[in-house]
């Protein structure tokens, strides 16, 4: 998620880690030689002091540490993040046991595409659908409602109270800054009402995630605030109140009115064609096995999405982060924007040459916070050989390693490998996956 033109940056919805890109502008006044020669400690002090001073570096940290922040709360991208691990580490295994030589690896994983794939609207407001057939009036996927989200989440802590349901203002901070509409623009057709659009997005997009299908809940949600809107009595007082209004409480409403096909969280299936509802209480401390013997959870945030959980019961703010990201009182979202970061960032300082330096960070500062038995270098080559054998979620602009003159460049295999070495020879990436495909076909 959150590919931005001006540093490509992106938040990976399967494990939850940061990528940021950053160029020379971007880290100025430092010089490509002080980026170069800084130890890893130096080089994470730099980043820190970029981000305070840069204001365009530090939005971009806000825009995905709230793609993490939906990682943390919304059912479906806990649950479908977890299962598509998963998926990942069994096909690992079944080719590593079948054939060592993953060069030659070529694998569907389809857990891995679900977000970028486009469903088709039809119909009119209040009868919408999704459907292939017919006349369709958009093409919308789950990762265009959470970048829509994400959007609208940074203008409204980016402006003053007033301007925050203002569609000139908010046209306007487009303008000046990498931004996502298509969503905002579509919603805005249907109901006339750009003023509207920007009161209700956000809630409307994160009461989605709260079902095994997301872009369809979310037009049923529209439809459904539609009747509402012209049925209901209560409907016009609702809709009169300054914001912040209760949103979060009618998208529930909402919800439970809709007609979902079976019990909620029935399936650990992705693809379950049923439609229902998701809980996260129900996935949090989830857990597969790992080579017959090892129970494992996500990776990166099933403890923070635990302790998220258990801060809901004591303070009711926190259940309101996502939803009104520009109304929360100062001690939360201080306590949120220090507390629930990415539990590991992968910084990428791109100079004029063409070379590149990585700087690796963790959610609590210089050194990674991690629960897995398999080390973190580990899972990361073979989730990077995945990606690549599935040519899924792999893209040339998101390369960490700038080593052209190595074998592996064109290929990209180590497209997520963490640790990338001053001299490409020097890498471990090609002796690391050798030795776990052979460990692991050893074991079979």
């Known amino acids: 998620m959150g590919v931005r033109?001006?540093?490509?940056?992106?938040?990976?919805?399967?494990?939850?880690?940061?990528?940021?890109?950053?160029?020379?502008?971007?880290?100025?006044?430092?010089?490509?030689?002080?980026?170069?020669?800084?130890?890893?400690?130096?080089?994470?002090?730099?980043?820190?002091?970029?981000?305070?001073?840069?204001?365009?570096?530090?939005?971009?940290?806000?825009?995905?540490?709230?793609?993490?922040?939906?990682?943390?709360?919304?059912?479906?991208m806990f649950w479908s993040s977890?299962?598509?691990?998963?998926?990942?580490?069994?096909?690992?295994?079944?080719?590593?046991?079948?054939?060592?030589?993953?060069?030659?690896?070529?694998?569907?994983?389809?857990?891995?595409?679900?977000?970028?794939?486009?469903?088709?609207?039809?119909?009119?407001?209040?009868?919408?659908?999704?459907?292939?057939?017919g006349n369709t009036i958009a093409n919308l996927s789950i990762i265009d409602l959470l970048e829509a989200a994400t959007t609208m989440a940074e203008f409204q802590v980016s402006v003053g109270y007033t301007d925050r349901v203002e569609p000139i203002v908010f046209s306007r901070w487009c303008k000046r800054n990498p931004s996502y509409t298509n969503v905002f623009k579509f919603v805005s057709k249907l109901f006339n009402d750009e003023k509207l659009v920007l009161r209700l997005l956000i809630p409307f997009v994160n009461g989605a995630f709260?079902?095994?299908?997301?872009?369809?809940?979310?037009?049923?949600?529209?439809?459904?605030?539609?009747?509402?809107?012209?049925?209901?009595?209560?409907?016009?007082?609702?809709?009169?109140?300054?914001?912040?209004?209760?949103w979060n409480l009618l998208v529930e409403q909402l919800l439970d009115s809709l007609l979902f096909e079976t019990e909620e969280n029935s399936s650990s299936n992705i693809f379950d064609p049923r439609f229902f509802k998701l809980t996260l209480e129900n996935w949090v401390n989830s857990h597969f096995i790992f080579q017959g013997v090892q129970k494992l959870h996500h990776p990166f945030i099933n403890k923070q999405a635990d302790k998220w959980i258990e801060l809901c019961k004591v303070n009711e703010g926190f259940k309101s982060v996502l939803d009104y990201p520009g109304y929360l009182n100062d001690q939360i979202i201080k306590y949120v924007s220090q507390k629930f970061n990415p539990a590991v960032t992968f910084a990428k300082f791109t100079f004029a040459s063409g070379e590149s330096r990585v700087l690796t960070f963790g959610q609590l500062?210089?050194?990674?916070?991690?629960?897995?038995?398999?080390?973190?270098?580990?899972?990361?080559?073979?989730?990077?050989?995945?990606?690549?054998?599935?040519?899924?979620?792999?893209?040339?602009?998101?390369?960490?390693?700038?080593?052209?003159?190595?074998?592996?460049?064109?290929?990209?295999?180590?497209n997520s490998y963490p640790v990338i070495p001053r001299d490409f020879n020097e890498c471990g990436f090609p002796n690391r996956i050798n030795y776990l495909t052979k460990a692991i076909n050893e074991r079979a």
């Not at 020379?24 to 030689?33: H, I, L, Q, V």
């Not at 977890?82 to 580490?89: A, E, G, K, R």
């Not at 569907?108 to 088709?120: G, N, Q």
């Not at 038995?373 to 602009?397: C, E, G, H, N, V």
Request: glycine share 4%.
């Open 365 to 414: 500062g210089y050194g990674v916070e991690y629960d897995w038995p398999l080390p973190l270098i580990d899972l990361f080559t073979i989730y990077s050989t995945m990606k690549r054998a599935a040519m899924i979620q792999y893209f040339d602009k998101h390369r960490m390693c700038g080593h052209k003159n190595c074998s592996f460049f064109e290929s990209n295999f180590c």
């Open 5 to 76: 033109d001006h540093m490509r940056s992106h938040v990976d919805t399967i494990m939850f880690c940061r990528y940021l890109y950053l160029n020379s502008k971007d880290y100025a006044p430092y010089t490509d030689s002080q980026i170069k020669n800084a130890d890893q400690q130096e080089l994470y002090e730099i980043f820190l002091n970029i981000r305070k001073r840069n204001l365009k570096v530090g939005a971009l940290t806000f825009h995905e540490n709230y793609h993490y922040w939906q990682g943390l709360r919304l059912p479906y």
């Open 210 to 246: 709260f079902t095994s299908q997301p872009v369809k809940a979310f037009i049923y949600l529209l439809n459904k605030f539609e009747t509402w809107q012209k049925n209901d009595s209560f409907a016009h007082e609702f809709l009169s109140q300054k914001e912040p209004c209760k």
């Open 82 to 133: 977890f299962i598509s691990i998963n998926h990942t580490f069994k096909s690992f295994i079944k080719l590593s046991t079948n054939n060592q030589d993953y060069l030659r690896w070529n694998v569907t994983i389809p857990t891995l595409s679900i977000y970028s794939k486009k469903h088709s609207v039809v119909g009119e407001l209040g009868s919408l659908e999704i459907n292939d057939e």
